[in-house]
């Protein structure tokens, strides 16, 4: 029989067993973890903060229900933290992961479980990054922040009692983190159209919509109200299933990510990844010609940074990462195309604003 094109297409998509949102679902880590026939060791990936906030919760959870728990403490997505967790987990044959806390501990937890080729419960402390359910980690490698392709959490178990209880900062700069969708699909759509490159038209809408979704809600998006860490984690969840419809981040990655990753190289001290996102989508949105003035009018409802001085990053970083950023990542095409001149850069962030 001859091949017709289409029995050529093959695509993985991978997407969580068990999504469980709410008030105190942390407490049913265990019985979350039985109902997947998950069983023998546990290794806890967790940050000495969300230790507390989570960690400890869940650590008894899992022993109430027969497992036998060990728990290890990051700090950041580096390859030496993850072949850390990948020895421990060997040493004390782990035959699953939980990343507990932002997003550092989980990309690790996600990664070094994909390495081990064991399952890894993805447990968000705050809703403030997009990789809570992802097939992507991103990690420090040399430096430098890269893209892994990685396994997508077996479940996700996000309490949304916790959530709400962790500093507003955090759940305003997961806000910035989907917003920023709005600028990686017009990217995206940009090097389909002048590099061919593959584009799913389901993963953009379900990106664009999380955005717009997001966007009509920001004046109800408020601290302390387990309603608004609701809404920002439904977002999260849509947003990290785009990623993993696409099998790549650019869905929910474009220039402002670019312009976040680079100060994240440059800057002494970064912000936080959504709220840098949020500032760069500002300024992304302007080099695109579209409605810059929303992006930045919806950040400042929710209460996230639209300015350098916001950020507490100094005027000459904000400049610096707009001059590097098309350097991160160059196979990745976007609106910075092969870089902006220096006047541009200081006209963007003075007309948007930002500096
Ligand atoms: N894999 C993906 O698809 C993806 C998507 C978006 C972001 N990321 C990555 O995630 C990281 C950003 O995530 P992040 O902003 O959560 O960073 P993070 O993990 O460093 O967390 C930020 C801070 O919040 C604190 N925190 C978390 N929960 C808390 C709680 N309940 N109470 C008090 N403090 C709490 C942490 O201790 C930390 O100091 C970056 O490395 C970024 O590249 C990955
Ligand atoms: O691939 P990167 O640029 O790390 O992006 C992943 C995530 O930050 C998207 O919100
Ligand atoms: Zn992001």
Known sequence: MKDSIDSHK?????????????????????????????NGNALIVTGETTLKAAGKTVEVCLEDCGFNVDTIIIKNPTLDEIK?????????????????GGGKSIDIAK??????????VSIPTAASHDGIVSSRASIRRDNKTV???????????????IIAAAPYRL??????????????????ELAHRLRDEPFSEYASIISKMTAKILIESAGAIKAGIEESAWTVMKALVA???AMSIA???????????????????????????????????????YLHGGDWQEIRT???????????AELGIKEEYIIKALLHAHEIRPERYTILGAGLTREAAEKVARITKVI
């Open 10 to 38: 093959n695509k993985w998509m991978q997407l969580p067993r068990n999504v469980v949102v709410g008030h105190g679902v942390i407490n049913d880590t265990g019985k979350v973890c039985k109902d997947l026939k998950l």
């Open 84 to 100: 850390e967790v990948k020895d421990r987990a060997a040493g004390t044959k782990a035959s699953f992961l939980l990343g507990v």
């Open 171 to 188: 759940l305003a700069a997961g806000c910035g983190d989907i917003i920023s969708n709005y600028t990686a699909v017009r990217d995206w």
């Open 239 to 241: 947003s990290g299933v």
């Open 298 to 308: 919806a950040l400042e409802t929710i209460g996230a940074p639209t300015c350098a």
């Open 247 to 285: 099998g790549s981040s650019r869905p929910a990655s474009g220039s402002e990510h670019k312009f976040s990753h680079a100060l994240d190289e440059l800057a002494p001290e970064p912000a936080l990844h959504g709220e840098q996102c949020g500032v760069g989508t500002i300024m992304m949105m």
């Open 147 to 161: 893209s892994e392709t990685a396994q997508t959490p077996i479940a996700v178990i996000a309490d949304t009692g």
């Open 111 to 120: 990664l070094a479980s994909t390495h081990l080729d064991i399952p890894f």
